[in-house]
């Protein structure tokens, strides 16, 4: 807005206090992406991320809400325009966002991987998969998207709507290898050890944050400060050991 106070960024009520007002934290995230957000059979959203947006909404004393967005790149238009309260969707820490977004300290440590059909026996590096007529799946919007898109010279990079959809392709041998976050992969490839392969050549080293409202400070600072003490904590513990020790 026009009338900034110095140093609190935005003018008005922060996030947190909004938060704290309407008694519900309403969080953007784009499912289907594991082990950080899945839809369990009825529905309900499961996951890394959930637990630590639950844990969030618990410490604030008031009621969470996930609101789904199939295209992951919609989540920052969502954040700007107010119709979430943040972004917890396994979301890479980048400066090109961090125009648009505040991130929090990172939470989770993550990076670039690939991901190829079982039946590539050959495949050691991406720089095997460089050739004409080759499909590299990414997911659309993502770091995996953007750095294939860098990479891949002579291969065609096609975009998916979401992880799932772009694993799948690989799995059913309609694309020849997978860009993605290593987290994820490695979930997939042990739940399709029969049809997928990771090729654990480490593309990327990224951290994964909360997107918040650009310079909302207020906001910033006590998610930061909770970040502090659930970062490890009992309850972090036991969400990493659910979710990632398979
Ligand atoms: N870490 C990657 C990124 O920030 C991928 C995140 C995908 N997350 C998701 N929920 N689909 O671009």
Redesign the pocket.
């Given at each position: 807005g026009c009338s900034q106070e110095a140093g609190t960024g935005v003018s008005g009520p922060s996030t947190i206090q909004k938060v704290i007002d309407r008694k519900k934290l309403v969080i953007g995230?784009?499912?289907?992406?594991f082990p950080?957000?899945m839809k369990d059979k009825d529905g309900k959203f499961v996951g890394y991320?959930m637990d630590l947006g639950t844990a969030i909404a618990n410490a604030l004393k008031v009621e969470v809400e996930f609101k789904d967005y199939s295209d992951?790149g919609g989540?920052i238009p969502a954040l700007q325009t107010g119709d979430i309260d943040m972004v917890i969707?396994?979301?890479?820490i980048?400066g090109d966002?961090a125009l648009a977004v505040s991130f929090s300290d990172p939470y989770y440590s993550?990076g670039q991987v690939v991901m190829v059909p079982k039946k590539d026996t050959s495949t050691q590096s991406w720089k095997d998969l460089d050739q004409p007529g080759k499909k590299i799946a990414v997911?659309q919007?993502?770091?995996?998207?953007?750095l294939a898109k860098q990479l891949f010279k002579n291969a065609q990079v096609m975009d998916f709507d979401?992880?799932t959809n772009a694993a799948l392709a690989v799995k059913q041998a309609q694309a020849d290898a997978l860009i993605?976050?290593e987290p994820?992969i490695r979930v997939f490839e042990v739940m399709n050890k029969d049809s997928v392969r990771g090729v654990y050549e480490v593309l990327s080293s990224?951290n994964?944050g909360i997107a918040l409202p650009l310079n909302d400070q207020a906001t910033i600072q006590w998610v930061n400060s909770f970040l502090a003490s659930y970062r490890n904590g009992l309850d972090d513990q036991a969400s990493i050991n659910k979710w990632f020790k398979s």
């Open positions: 995230t784009s499912s289907g992406y950080f957000e991320d992951f989540l969707s396994g979301m890479t980048r966002r993550s997911g919007g993502t770091t995996g998207a953007l979401g992880f993605f976050d994820g990224e994964l």
